[in-house]
T-cell receptor, first 113, second 113 residues
Framework: KAGVTQTPRYLIKTRGQQVTLSCSPI?????VSWYQQTPGQGLQFLFE???????NKGNFPGRFSGRQFSNSRSEMNVSTLELGDSALYLC????????????FGSGTRLTVV | AQSVAQPEDQVNVAEGNPLTVKCTYSVSGNPYLFWYVQYPNRGLQFLLK??????LVKGSYGFEAEFNKSQTSFHLKKPSALVSDSALYFCAVRDGQGGKLIFGQGTELSVKP
């Protein structure tokens, strides 16, 4: 059974550019969440999607956005990149978060220069 | 608001000795608690969860955790540590009805031969 797949694994972008990260959840999982991990702030929740609808949103500026497709695959987009956006971005999926745990992908390491 | 705290930034243990990684939580309502482990440049791996039921939860790789409602704690334990257990450990609580997890700051576990 394939796990949560995040692409690309590594990305280098320049300040002011935009970036799109992709997450393919485990087959059958409809809940997809995104997290940002940095040494200073730790793991912070970005947003969660369920059946193509944003169900929860963290405290990030509007430059961070996401969406979910009908096949449950999700993308997150960051516009007008800043140096502080350099982080490991993690995606997690769950079959039923009330019963099961969340399975995380290996993440996308974004470096903004 | 829901929160978790991991009071130790680092825990050092000799191989073969028991290990404990501490976590305390603050929630309104019933807590949904999780432990995850992260190896360098990797995503988070699920170890165990507490949703309801027995206070002693058994998880992956020989880990277990004890839920203590009166002390609002959910400490991670293992009877005999392995060098390969050296990693970063995160305690988390589910916030609200959806897929949002709130993480502690993480505890670096170092197991020496």
């Amino acid at each position: 059974k394939a796990g949560v797949t995040q692409t690309p694994r590594y990305l280098i972008k320049t300040r002011g550019q935009q970036v799109t990260l992709s997450c393919s959840p485990i087959s059958g999982h409809r809940s997809v969440s995104w997290y940002q991990q940095t040494p200073g702030q730790g793991l912070q929740f970005l947003f969660e999607y369920f059946s193509e609808t944003q169900r929860n949103k963290g405290n990030f500026p509007g430059r961070f956005s996401g969406r979910q497709f009908s096949n449950s695959r999700s993308e997150m987009n960051v516009s007008t990149l800043e140096l502080g956006d350099s982080a490991l971005y993690l995606c997690a999926s769950s079959l039923n978060e009330r019963i099961h745990g969340y399975t995380f992908g290996s993440g996308t390491r974004l470096t903004v220069v | 608001a829901q929160s978790v705290a991991q009071p130790e930034d680092q825990v050092n243990v000799a191989e073969g000795n028991p290990l404990t990684v501490k976590c305390t939580y603050s929630v309104s309502g019933n807590p949904y608690l999780f432990w995850y482990v992260q190896y360098p440049n990797r995503g988070l791996q699920f170890l165990l969860k507490y949703i309801t039921g027995d206070n002693l939860v058994k998880g992956s790789y020989g880990f277990e955790a004890e839920f203590n409602k009166s002390q609002t704690s959910f400490h991670l334990k293992k009877p005999s540590a392995l060098v390969s257990d050296s990693a970063l450990y995160f305690c988390a609580v589910r916030d609200g009805q959806g897929g949002k997890l709130i993480f502690g700051q993480g505890t670096e576990l170092s197991v020496k031969p």
